[in-house]
């Protein structure tokens, strides 16, 4: 990381597995693209979390510092993403979880605009996704760096990186 002169490595819930979540969903649902039907939320959803959060601690093992990007919302109600044995990591690890929030009606402008067909079924089912997002509380909302990116300026996402090296 620039900020920091440290090796890390980049998780990204979506390079990881959409492949194998557009293989799998291909061929339970005939929709390779389906992120948000029950089905995924029940049967894939987890083991793919869990193993992004994996392969972040085998890096930390190493030594290579971990910057995971994936919507991780029952990680941080459940506080899972504080619970070091749940994570695998032990107390010299330093934890940073940002949270990412966007006004609503913005986040579905976003969504429309990049025209990723993973989006379909989370656009044509807005209603029930909608109550899914959220906005932590005081209590899963603890050690959370809460990041509103509705309309960020260079200098908010430099307090961010301030934020996350110093905190």
């Known amino acids: 990381m620039t ?3 440290s090796a890390f490595c980049l998780l ?3 390079t990881l597995y959409g492949g194998y979540s557009a293989a799998a969903m ?5 929709d390779p693209n389906d992120r948000d039907s029950p089905l995924f939320l ?8 869990r193993g992004l959060i994996d392969t972040a601690r085998d890096n930390l093992e190493l030594g290579i510092g971990a910057l ?5 919302s029952r990680e941080v109600r459940e506080r899972k993403l504080f619970d070091r044995a749940w994570l695998g990591v ?8 940002v949270w990412v929030t966007t ?4 986040a579905r402008q976003r969504i429309l605009e990049r025209g990723d067909p993973n989006d379909a079924y989370k656009l044509a089912h807005w209603d029930e996704y909608r109550q899914r997002r959220f906005v932590p509380g005081a209590e899963s909302g603890v050690d959370l760096l809460m990041f509103d990116n509705t309309a960020p300026g260079v200098q908010d996402y430099d307090a961010l990186l301030a ?3 110093d905190a």
């Open 3 to 5: 900020a920091t002169s």
């Open 12 to 14: 990204d819930k979506d």
């Open 26 to 30: 291909g061929l339970l649902t005939n």
């Open 42 to 49: 029940q049967h894939l959803r987890d083991p793919e979390y």
């Open 68 to 72: 995971v990007v994936a919507p991780l």
């Open 90 to 97: 032990s107390d010299d690890v330093n934890i940073r979880v």
């Open 103 to 106: 006004a609503e009606e913005t």
């Open 163 to 165: 934020r996350i090296v």
